[in-house]
Each structure stands twice: as C-alpha cells, then as structure tokens.
C-alpha cells in the first residue's frame, strides 16, 4: 500500500469521526429527527456534495451514530463485568447495571437515539445488529454461568407456568444463553427489561419531582430484579 494512499485513508477517517462528532453535537439540539447532512456540513465549513461522499444519505449517519451509541454501550459492559470475578454472578449482574445506566447519564441524546422514540422514516440495517447485542451477550453470559453453578435460586412466589407459545420465543433467547430453561429466560427477560424500564422513566422525566435519590433508588431497585432473576441479593 502505498504512503499516499494510507495518507488519504487517515483523512478520510479523520474526517468521518469529525462529521459523527459534529452530528452527536446537532443530536443534542435538534434530536435525531432533525438531524441533517447538510446543516452538518455548514459547521464544518464543507460543500454539501462533499459530505455525501462519507454518508450517502442521511439514515446512513443516523446508522453509524447508532452503531459507534451501542459499540460504546456494549465496551462500557463488557468493560464492568471483566473487572469482577466470574463466580460473583450478583456483583456481576449490579456493575452491569450501573455501567448502563452511568452510559446513559454520561450520554443522554444517544441514549435517546438507540432506546428513545423511533425515527420517523429511519429503520435500522441489519448492519446494526452485532453492535446493538454486546450488552446483552454479556448478560446472557451471567445468567448461564449463574445457572451452569447452580447459583440461581428464585423466590418461590407463584409465578405462572411458561405458555406454551413462548417457548418457541425461548429457544431464540436461549442462542444468547444456553443451557437456561424457559423459566428462567422469562425471569431474564423481567430482569433485563425492568433495567432499561428504569432507565428509561430517569432519563425522560419520569420521575421528576418524585424519586429525588435516584442513585439509591436505583441500586435497590436492581438488587430487587436479581432477586426475581434469582441472584443473591
């Protein structure tokens, strides 16, 4: 490869991150709705023919913001959960926890981007898949190692039996943590989905002018999904 060609491989790259980091910026103002090639290229002093030899269209940005939102997310967890000893299966789920949610505090408009409303018009590529699942593999991971050592001991609280339906909808799950029973998918899924409910009610207002110690309150409130799980508290 010659050097010149690996200069120009250096500027363009330098020049997509400059255009993402403009972009995030434009998030913040306008929301993902309102973001626009050609108001991106006005800040940086470029010709609107010249952006779009980066990003073709504008959903082709929103897909690599969403991408570069979830890589980041998917690092900030793996990076949690590494730091912790494989057998503190409850220390594991509560670091995990509070990965996300500091993520989100750190980053609320991309927070917004992956798990608020929908962009009108935008439907993300399959291309965002690998990105948009880090997280939960690492989750997945937990739960089947938690179950594989026998740690796993859910409170005897009359939960219903499985439907039948979802156990075809189990089986998929299960790609992501094998070995795991139907049951206990379901108690993932609880888990998993009362996280980002969380979160979620936080970072949109929610529980303004009622929950004042969220950090506390939080913290609580995941101890209480590992118990449904089945995680010590």
Not at 51 to 64: E, G, K, N, Q, V
Not at 65 to 82: F, H, Q
Not at 113 to 119: A, D
Not at 164 to 183: N, S
């Given at each position: 490869?010659?050097?010149s ?15 993402a980091?403009?972009?995030r ?16 290229a ?17 959903d ?5 913001l ?29 670091v ?16 917004a981007l992956l ?12 291309d ?9 593999v ?25 439907p ?70």
């Amino acid at each position: 490869m010659s050097s010149s060609r690996t200069a120009r491989e250096r500027v363009r790259a330098e020049l997509t991150r400059e255009i993402a980091d403009v972009a995030r910026r434009q998030l913040a103002v306008d929301g993902a709705s309102g973001l626009s090639l050609r108001a991106v290229a006005r800040e940086m002093g470029m010709a609107s023919s010249a952006i779009y030899r980066y990003f073709p269209s504008r959903d082709d940005l929103l897909t690599a913001l969403i991408i570069d939102g979830y890589n980041a997310l998917g690092e900030a967890v793996e990076n949690a959960d590494a730091a912790v000893p494989r057998e503190d299966h409850a220390g594991r789920w509560t670091v995990v926890c509070h990965a996300v949610r500091d993520w989100a505090l750190a980053h609320p408009h991309e927070y917004a981007l992956l798990y608020g409303s929908p962009v009108p018009g935008y439907k993300a590529p399959q291309d965002t898949v690998s990105a948009a699942i880090r997280d939960t593999v690492v989750y997945g991971r937990i739960v089947s190692d938690a179950h594989r050592a026998g740690a796993l001991n859910p409170p005897d609280d009359g939960h219903p039996p499985v439907p039948a339906p979802f156990h075809d909808d189990a089986a998929r799950v299960r790609a992501l943590m094998p070995d795991v029973p139907d049951d206990v998918i379901v108690r993932s899924l609880i888990a998993w989905t009362g996280l980002f409910g969380w979160i979620s009610f936080e970072m949109f207002g929610q529980f303004d002018n009622t929950i004042l110690d969220r950090p506390a309150a939080f913290d609580h409130a995941m101890r209480c999904q590992a118990r449904t799980l089945g995680l010590p508290a």
